[in-house]
T-cell receptor, first 115, second 108 residues
Framework: EAQVTQNPRYLITVTGKKLTVTCSQN?????MSWYRQDPGLGLRQIYY???????DKGDVPEGYKVSRKEKRNFPLILESPSPNQTSLYFC??????????????FGPGTRLTVL | KQEVTQIPAALSVPEGENLVLNCSFT??????LQWFRQDPGKGLTSLLL?????REQTSGRLNASLDKSSGRSTLYIAASQPGDSATYLC???????FGAGTRLTVKP
């Protein structure tokens, strides 16, 4: 089954404790991205990747890191989480970059709470 | 900078009613516009993608239109059902800018 998976689905942590949210897709997609969703603000893009070893900042990259060492995986790293990073996070992928009319497939989301 | 707005933020209708959800964007230089559905606690599911050269797309009871010149897209849902209850989001694909969504409730 074609899908985007994220882990963990729920995470409660404390300020400053490094964490990683994993994202994996099994569709051989080149384009992957991370979003955060906050009430009243909609989804905002954090980082995206056009292919292996190619990453770029989205609208709200501060406080986040990503890596793309393999095509299928795109982990989101919070080196020193802060309470303002409490949010619902989504990973997404599409076959090529968004300019090519490709549908994006979204993961189920990770609800992160930073105390 | 592209801004995407969805009005209303919430909508409640009786079952069987036809309804229209609105999406507006400020920069008409778009490649595509996509409509998504989001169920509580779940990810987004793509409903329809309209390319900039198209004016509408249809899938079952859903019809999405795009008017680049006026900066608007609409999602028309015919004969609404309780199972249509969800949050509907539009996104300008090339910028990947999302609206905040319209939360739809269809009452039996």
């Amino acid at each position: 089954e074609a899908q985007v998976t994220q882990n963990p689905r729920y995470l409660i942590t404390v300020t400053g404790k490094k964490l990683t949210v994993t994202c994996s897709q099994n569709m051989n997609h080149e384009y992957m991205s991370w979003y955060r969703q906050d009430p009243g603000l909609g989804l905002r893009q954090i980082y995206y990747s056009m292919n292996v070893e190619v990453t770029d900042k989205g609208d709200v990259p501060e406080g986040y890191k990503v890596s793309r060492k393999e095509k299928r995986n795109f982990p989101l790293i919070l080196e020193s989480p802060s309470p303002n990073q409490t949010s619902l996070y989504f990973c997404a992928s599409s076959l090529f970059s968004l300019a090519f009319s490709d549908t994006q497939y979204f993961g189920p989301g990770t609800r992160l709470t930073v105390l | 900078k592209q801004e995407v707005t969805q009005i209303p933020a919430a909508l409640s209708v009786p079952e069987g009613e036809n309804l229209v959800l609105n999406c507006s964007f400020t920069d008409s230089a778009i490649y595509n516009l996509q409509w998504f559905r989001q169920d509580p606690g779940k990810g987004l599911t793509s409903l329809l993608l309209i390319q900039s050269s198209q004016r509408e797309q249809t899938s079952g009871r859903l019809n999405a239109s795009l008017d680049k010149s006026s900066g608007r897209s609409t999602l028309y849902i015919a004969a609404s059902q309780p199972g249509d209850s969800a949050t509907y989001l539009c996104a300008v694909v090339n910028d990947m800018r999302f609206g905040a969504g319209t939360r739809l409730t269809v009452k039996p």
